[in-house]
């Protein structure tokens, strides 16, 4: 217990960090199951496209050190852009050619289920394959920079950008849902799918954008974490994509601010349980949360509110 | 003729729950689809919006063959419908939902609300409250307010009386006639015969997929055999509401 005490601060600043980016990811997990009542398994993979795509970006600008002011926020936004644009399009892509033609043959969630599972493994092989299994690193885009502390911690740029550009997605992203018609349509799609077409939407283009939307959320998320972490790998998604689901479903799968809830409350749980049991069991202490809820409380932290119509 | 439907087939699976029905809903007329449950009227209805695709037969509406056009284009071409159950996105407020009735067109303008407000002054009062924490008859309501909000041709309207106080239905049944009066065709599904038919012009009786009689609803009214099997006791004559 005396860890937890030492290193409150250090584990509170780390686990905002990391839980924004579960937060991220786990939207698209929320808006997917909102509204096709699915989980979009694959969903790890559009992420680690994104990561791919913003190395690229910097790969194509040719970064090789660290860039400060003006230059630095050009490239983060060019990353950023690329980041959504990788993994909105495999998103999108994705729905097309391994959900859609299940659900317009009005297949079981198993067999959506399964082709999730086999469109996952499909992406991790092709990215493996073509750019091998080894981790690869970032150039270092971003000093560092420590800019105050609080306590024992060390609040450093690179963590409040983090925290900082999820809060602002979260945030456009609930203006969007619940300010825009499009939002509307997205939201009635996920209460009362025949009263949605009843209404005049388009269900289908409503889920490819539901998808779309997801994606580039997950893809703020690969860009955010390149920048963090300065490391990729064919299969970044896999542990990243579980917690993220775990988020979801601690914030209460299919509401939107439960799922960045969710990421930051885990975030902090497996940061100030690793403090005490040590790193190695973060882990299994997330993982350790995911039953526990699933157990105790299935609905989540606030309920599955985008859903709420069909329990 | 706004509506027509011919020789319509539609399946669930191996079943025909419609074998072959056909029925003509004419500009500025109430016609009312009776029958007992599990007849084959909200299959019917939902076929008619595009919910459920006919295995064979066609559907004519406003001289556009629509059989296989998406649901929610039908919308737009002026069909519009209060399901059955009521269909009320329950995690909206009411104002939401009837932003979602004038979805094809974008933001509502202010006339519109107004007008659903002034025939249901009660969904007014609750403008902030959520569609899923209304009461039976509020929800029925809402759901006839929101199909007017796209401004339809043709309103099809899913048992709207279904487990509601008889005053409320008597005040939604007025209210219908009223939406009629102002040049809304209407298009009713209901097991509540006797009302349904004493505000219809004409009618048609279904029994397991198919018409089984049709004609004036005065006519159905007074058939014995509709009498026995769907209205119960026989109406009063000064039950009748004025059809003028
Ligand atoms: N989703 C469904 N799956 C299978 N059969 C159905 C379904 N919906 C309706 N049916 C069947 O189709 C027939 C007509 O049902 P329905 O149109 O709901 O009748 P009504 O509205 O007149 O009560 C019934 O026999 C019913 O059991
Ligand atoms: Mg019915």
């Given amino acids: 217990m005396h860890a937890f005490v030492t290193q409150f601060w250090p584990s509170t600043i780390d686990g905002l960090t990391i839980g924004s980016i579960y937060g991220l990811i786990a939207l698209g997990y929320t808006l997917v199951y909102g509204v096709l009542r699915l989980i979009n398994f694959a969903h790890s993979e559009v992420f680690m496209v994104g990561t791919f795509a913003s190395l690229f970006t910097l790969h194509g600008l040719g970064i090789t050190h660290a860039e400060t002011g003006f230059a630095l926020v050009g490239v983060l936004i060019l990353m950023g852009l690329a980041g959504m644009a990788g993994s909105g399009i495999t998103a999108v892509v994705l729905e097309r050619v391994a959900y859609r033609p299940l659900r317009k043959r009005g297949s079981s969630r198993l067999a959506a289920l399964i082709s999730a599972i086999g469109a996952s493994f499909f992406l991790q092989e092709v990215f493996a394959l073509r750019y091998g299994r080894d981790l690869l690193s970032f150039p270092p885009l971003m000093n560092k920079t420590v800019l105050f502390h609080i306590g024992s911690g060390q609040v450093r740029a690179d963590k409040v950008l983090v925290v900082v550009a999820a809060l602002v997605m979260a945030l456009a992203l609930d203006r969007f849902v619940n300010g825009s018609r499009l939002g509307r349509g997205v939201r009635a799609t996920a209460q009362d799918p025949d009263t949605a077409v009843l209404m005049g939407v388009n269900i289908d283009r409503i889920v490819m954008i539901t998808f779309l939307v997801g994606g580039m959320m997950a893809g703020v998320a690969a860009m955010l974490y390149g920048n963090y972490f300065e490391l990729t790998q064919y299969n970044v998604g896999f542990l990243l994509g579980i917690k993220a689901f775990t988020a979801a479903v601690l914030g209460g799968i299919g509401n939107i601010r439960g799922a960045l809830l969710g990421g930051l409350t885990l975030g902090l749980i497996e940061n100030y349980g690793g403090s005490v049991f040590g790193a190695q069991w973060k882990d299994v202490i997330a993982f350790t949360v995911l039953v526990l809820v699933l157990m105790v409380r299935p609905t989540g932290l606030l309920g599955e509110k985008l859903t709420r119509a069909r329990a | 003729m706004l509506l027509e439907i011919a020789d319509l087939q539609v399946h669930y699976g191996k079943i025909e729950a419609i074998k072959g029905l056909s029925l003509q809903v004419d500009e500025g007329e109430i016609v009312t689809l009776i029958g007992s449950n599990g007849a084959g009227k909200t299959t019917t209805l939902k076929t008619i919006s595009g919910l459920r695709r006919p295995t064979a037969g066609s559907i004519v509406f406003d001289g556009q063959d629509i059989t296989k056009l998406a649901g929610h284009r039908r919308v737009q071409l002026g069909l519009c419908q209060a399901p059955e159950g009521r269909g009320i996105f329950p995690g909206m407020t009411v104002l939401e939902n009837l932003e979602m009735g004038a979805y ?46 796209a401004h339809p041709k043709l309103l099809l309207l899913d048992e709207p009386s279904m487990g509601l106080a008889p005053l409320i239905v008597t005040q939604i049944f007025a209210i219908l006639r009223e939406i009629n009066n102002s040049g809304t065709t209407i298009l009713l599904v209901e097991q509540n015969a006797s009302s349904a038919l004493q505000l219809s012009d004409r009618a048609y009786l279904l029994e397991t997929g198919r018409v089984v009689m049709s004609g004036a609803a005065h006519d159905l009214l007074y058939e014995p055999a509709v009498r026995d099997a769907y209205l119960g006791a026989a109406p009063q004559p000064e039950e009748r509401t004025d059809t003028s």
């Fill in chain 2, 104 to 149: 094809i067109r974008g933001k509502p303008p202010a006339a519109d609300l107004d007008r659903a407000f002034s025939l249901f002054p009660r969904l007014a009062e609750r403008r902030r409250q959520q569609g899923g924490t209304l009461s039976g008859g509020e929800q029925q309501m809402l759901a006839i307010g929101r199909a007017l909000m």
